[in-house]
């Protein structure tokens, strides 16, 4: 199972970026994807995550600025992040737990990608 991230770069505040974040292989379904972030010196954290019937949970600091979508044929999900804020720079990582076509429940994680923003 490979994810593949995309999106992020550099934003200045107030403005918007997208993240998309597919995966791809043995995948039987997704039983939730989504997002989490680093900052320098800090711990990863959740940030948006959704469930393959829908259900989307956001880290308090994001709620009402960032919108996770989730697309289970492609097994993909789209985090919409709005009036970004220099606290949200960080690199993303895509998560996803999966079960896989082997009937095996796993978590993958993607390739980190930068968010920065900065005026």
């Known amino acids: 199972v490979q994810l593949q991230a995309s999106g992020g770069g550099l934003v200045q505040p107030g403005g918007s970026l997208g993240l998309s974040c597919a995966a791809s292989g043995t995948i039987f379904r997704f039983n939730v994807m989504g997002w989490y972030r680093q900052a320098p010196g800090k711990q990863r954290e959740l940030v948006a995550v959704?469930?393959?019937?829908?259900?989307?949970n956001y880290a308090d600091s994001v709620k009402g600025r960032f919108t996770i979508s989730g697309d289970n044929a492609k097994n993909r999900v789209d985090l919409q992040m709005n009036n970004l804020k220099p606290e949200d720079t960080a690199v993303y990582y895509c998560n996803a737990n999966v079960i896989t076509t082997t009937w095996r429940t796993s978590d993958y994680w993607g390739q980190g990608t930068q968010v920065t923003v900065s005026s």
């Open positions: 959704i469930s393959s019937s829908g259900v989307a």
